[in-house]
């Protein structure tokens, strides 16, 4: 009964690459987040996603950055070019069908740490 | 617009002491409330959480009460141990069509044997 899983754990990139991170929600979620975490700072909420839809990508930067969930597979978050304060960790979190009912839980992976050098 | 406020750390405390981490929200409506732990090197884990107003979150001895009056969520409990030494993150979600979380900035608590 595996959680949700992120890979890689830990990402460097040198500035202007891009960085792939991956997240595969628990068996029988259909709903992916991802938040942002900077040094010495909460999360920051980035995108919410269902297959194959992006339903709020509010808190997405405008530029350079992407988030994908297909239909099969992982949900992907994509960041261009890469810059130094990309440097993060970034945790994805699954929840059920039926999410929007107050007070459920999103399960959260462990995180893949983007260091840009 | 919605936010979480939560206390500085970190927290240092001895083992077996009392603790309390406050947080406070500033939400439209009715907020369902939740405190988070983050182990070192780990993502986050729901440690409890409460979805009205006067209800109580407990678990493995943490407890928070949520307070409509003072918009308070502050988390409690009564003899800390080693193993508790983590980050604790106070959030907010107020469901809907995205049922995002809104994260205070954590509290690093340190428990010393």
């Known amino acids: 009964n595996a959680g949700v899983m992120q890979n890689p754990r830990h990402l460097v990139r040198r500035r202007g690459q891009e960085a792939r991170l991956r997240c595969s929600p628990m068996?029988?979620?259909?709903?992916v987040y991802w938040y942002r975490q900077l040094p010495e700072e909460g999360l920051k909420f980035m995108v919410y996603l269902q297959k194959e839809n992006i339903i709020d990508e509010s808190g997405m930067p405008k530029e350079r950055f992407s988030a994908e969930f297909p239909k099969e597979g992982p949900s992907i978050l994509r960041i261009q070019q890469v810059v130094r304060g990309d440097s993060a960790a970034y945790f994805c979190?699954?929840?059920?069908?039926?999410?929007?009912?107050?007070?459920?839980?999103?399960?959260f992976g462990q995180g893949t740490r983007l260091t840009v050098v | 617009g919605n936010s979480v406020t939560q206390m500085e750390g970190p927290v240092t405390l001895s083992e077996e002491a009392f603790l309390t981490i406050n947080c406070t929200y500033t939400?439209?409506?009715?907020?369902?409330l939740f405190w988070y732990v983050q182990y070192p090197g780990e993502g986050l884990q729901l440690l409890l959480k409460a979805t009205k107003a006067d209800d109580k979150g407990s678990n493995k001895g943490f407890e928070a009460t949520y307070r409509k009056e003072t918009t308070s969520f502050h988390l409690e409990k009564g003899s800390v141990q080693v193993s508790d030494s983590a980050v604790y993150f106070c959030?907010?979600?107020?469901?809907?069509?995205?049922?995002?979380?809104?994260f205070g900035t954590g509290t690093l608590l340190a428990v010393q044997p």
């Open positions: 939400a439209t409506g009715y907020p369902s």
């Open positions: 979190a699954s929840s059920p069908p039926g999410q929007g009912k107050v007070g459920t839980e999103a399960f």
């Open positions: 959030a907010l979600s107020r469901g809907g069509a995205t049922n995002k979380l809104i």
């Open positions: 068996k029988g979620h259909s709903h």
